[in-house]
């Protein structure tokens, strides 16, 4: 009997521990969180490098992927996660805050910055970003007190150029109908990067949106959900006398509002705040320039609010 007892607690023990497992598990798939998965891809789709399928309860909030091995064109790195998550792609890269919309089926598809000297890629970056034979990636869940909290909604150096209609995997995302040359140094995306070295411009840590010489411009930006704001903020690129500087714009908003501002050549950020809107995007558009002959940028724009959801 008591040799039964003893077999029947350990049995009894065993089983409360699955039961107890179940549950926990339960609960994190209940609150969204599920487990991340990180994996590095050639251009056609081989993978080189992968941490798993996540199997383990322990890493559903967070996971890492350490590798040797040197980035090629056309490598990617593909998250697969839940909706809110923090991404740091690389030691010497800033960590990312991104919104995963339902469209996007939870997976962050990241092509690598490749050639600093490629027009395309690169130059907009720091010259040891995604660079050597050793890498760490790693990702996590955002907390809700993280992503609730007020912030700077725009922020996301992981931003990714796409074509005004195309498949956005990640936000925040800005896009834009001009950049000048088409060099990547002057894309939409450098005006969220949380950079704002603005005494020169060109490649990193000079990259901004620059436009080129046109009067039809605008620059958006777009949140991929509905959040609230009531203070967006704009720095100008002051490499003068190169640069000159818009003196006024105006931004609309998604819910068809519009905020008519005036802008000065300071090269310090400039606020504007307004009444607490909910948008799920905004634009700056007729931008009017203080001499149309020269070049206008924007090295960063910044919008402060919270999530609603």
Request: contains cysteine; charged residues 20%.
């Amino acid at each position: 009997m008591a040799a039964g007892r003893r077999l029947f607690g350990r049995q009894g023990l065993t089983v409360l521990f699955a039961i107890s497992l179940f549950v926990f598990a339960g609960s994190l798939y209940a609150s969204g969180s599920t487990p991340i998965r990180i994996s590095v891809q050639q251009k056609d789709g081989t993978v080189v490098a992968d941490n798993g399928a996540g199997a383990h309860i322990s890493s559903a909030r967070s996971a890492s992927l350490s590798f040797d091995r040197e980035f090629q064109p056309g490598d990617h790195i593909v998250l697969h996660g839940p909706r809110r998550i923090a991404a740091l792609l690389d030691q010497n890269f800033p960590e990312c805050q991104l919104y995963l919309p339902d469209s996007s089926q939870g997976v962050f598809d990241y092509e690598v910055p490749f050639g600093r000297a490629e027009q395309q890629t690169g130059s907009a970056y720091a010259a040891d970003s995604f660079a050597g034979g050793s890498h760490r990636v790693v990702a996590r869940v955002l907390s809700k007190n993280e992503w609730t909290r007020y912030r700077n909604l725009a922020l996301n150096p992981c931003d990714l150029l796409r074509p005004e209609d195309g498949h956005v995997q990640a936000f925040p995302h800005s896009s834009t109908n001009s950049y000048s040359r088409n060099l990547f140094d002057f894309a939409a995306r450098n005006a969220i990067d949380g950079f704002e070295r603005n005494g020169h411009h060109g490649v990193w840590p000079y990259e901004s949106w620059g436009p080129e010489l046109r009067l039809d411009l605008w620059w958006k930006l777009d949140f991929g959900r509905p959040v609230e704001l009531d203070r967006i903020e704009l720095m100008n690129r002051a490499d003068f006398p190169h640069d000159s500087y818009w003196k006024s714009a105006v931004v609309e908003f998604s819910d068809g509002s519009q905020l008519p501002i005036q802008i000065s050549s300071s090269a310090s950020m400039q606020v504007f705040n307004f009444p607490q809107r909910r948008v799920s995007w905004f634009r700056i558009t007729k931008l009017v320039p203080e001499d149309p002959l020269k070049w206008c940028s924007f090295v960063e724009v910044e919008a402060w609010g919270r999530d609603l959801q």
